[in-house]
């Protein structure tokens, strides 16, 4: 089974709009940490937010939010007032505390903001 | 603070020869540094992790013998790929795990794409 998914390959969103783009995820680890990285087309991976398995708090960081739902194990990222800037790959990834401290990463979803 | 330089960003070869990738922790100790390949449009793949000074563990399906890994110390780690053929053309990148900000993160070399021809 997938451990990170990323339902939404690709999404438009029109500049200045908000936008929500998908990550669910599956673990049986009750500690774990989940990210979110921009990947532009330059192909340098870009940190922009993290959530922690008991982080009561949804993550939040400039214009990036976290949705985190822990029951329905899902971390949707959140960009408000979307900018040109934010076309690019986003991958969600996940930290199972047991289980080495890799990243794994979801299949990614592309955002282009039309002007 | 925390920046791992990776190099090259990109490299040709012929097929047959050898590449090595280097990523070195600048401003920090990288006990273990993690290895991703990424084909185009797709996500990042673990290949191994590399802990300075002993061997690296391969994922499944990684060919350790085509993809020589060596940590050999707290700041560099390298990833070789050898005998080089065309459909081990990709995109190469490297991640050390840092403290920063109060949790535990991970930062990212800029990526090698090499091309084999």
């Known amino acids: 089974a997938q451990k990170i998914t990323q339902t939404q390959p690709g999404m438009f969103v029109q500049e200045k709009e908000a936008v929500t783009l998908d990550c669910t995820y599956d673990t049986s680890d009750q500690s774990y940490g989940l990210f979110w990285y921009k990947q532009p087309s330059s192909g340098e991976m870009i940190f922009l937010i993290y959530q922690g398995s008991y982080d009561e708090q949804n993550a939040t960081e400039g214009r990036y939010s976290l949705n985190f739902q822990k029951a329905r194990k899902s971390a949707n990222l959140v960009i408000s007032a979307s900018q040109l800037g934010d076309s690019a790959m986003y991958f969600c990834?996940?930290?199972?505390?047991?289980?080495?401290?890799?990243?794994?990463f979801g299949g990614g979803t592309r955002l282009m903001v039309k002007p | 603070g925390a920046v791992v330089s990776q190099h090259p960003s990109r490299v040709i070869c012929k097929s047959g020869t050898s590449v090595k990738i280097e990523c070195r922790s600048l401003?920090?100790?990288?006990?273990?540094m993690f290895w991703y390949r990424q084909f185009p449009k797709k996500s990042l793949m673990l290949m191994a992790t590399s802990n300075e000074g002993s061997k690296a563990t391969y994922e499944q399906g990684v060919e350790k013998d085509k993809f020589l890994i060596n940590h050999a110390s707290l700041t560099l780690s390298t990833l070789t790929v050898t005998s080089a053929h065309p459909e081990d053309s990709s995109f190469y990148i490297c991640s050390a795990r840092v403290w920063t900000g109060g949790i535990y993160g991970y930062t990212f070399g800029s990526g090698t794409r090499l091309t084999v021809v």
């Open positions: 990834a996940m930290r199972e505390n047991n289980a080495g401290n890799m990243l794994t």
């Open positions: 401003d920090f100790q990288a006990t273990t």
